[in-house]
């Protein structure tokens, strides 16, 4: 059984930990800097989020199917990133197995890694606080 229970689960923990980092300035200013525009396609519950920071200066977030054309896209089951999210799946060992699957110059997105890591420690927050709402 997967960690969220549909997709309403999953885009309200998603957007909440993005509208968490978009709030940090140390987060989102690094993101701004990329100018990328990265879409997660997640199966089981199936979604799409998709981050637009191609203007440089605000974070846009898109939950569901939206218009912009992603520069990268990465694609996992959702149990996939709750597990990236807790800090227990290494995205580079993901993407040579095949648990994820990414389109576009994914060592763009790689490399804010170091960017987004403490987005890990209020990852677990937000996903009890999310679920609890849902039970």
């Known amino acids: ?8 689960q999953l885009y309200r923990v998603m957007d909440e930990l993005w509208n968490q980092i978009k709030a940090d300035p140390t987060m989102s200013d690094a993101l701004l800097k ?14 799409f989020i998709t981050i637009d920071g191609s203007d440089g200066e605000t974070l846009k977030i898109t939950l569901g199917d939206c218009d912009a054309t992603p520069i990268v896209e990465m ?4 149990d996939v990133a709750h597990a990236f999210w ?8 993901s993407l040579l197995t095949g648990k994820m699957v990414s389109r576009g110059p994914v ?29």
């Open 1 to 8: 059984m997967s960690v969220f229970a549909d997709t309403d």
């Open 34 to 47: 990329t100018r990328l525009i990265v879409r997660f396609r997640y199966r089981e519950p199936d979604g």
């Open 75 to 78: 694609s996992m089951k959702s």
């Open 86 to 93: 807790l800090g227990r799946e290494n995205p580079a060992l």
């Open 107 to 135: 060592n763009r997105a790689l490399a804010l890694l170091p960017v987004i890591k403490p987005a890990f420690n209020i990852y677990p927050r937000i996903v009890e606080e999310q679920l609890k709402k849902s039970a």
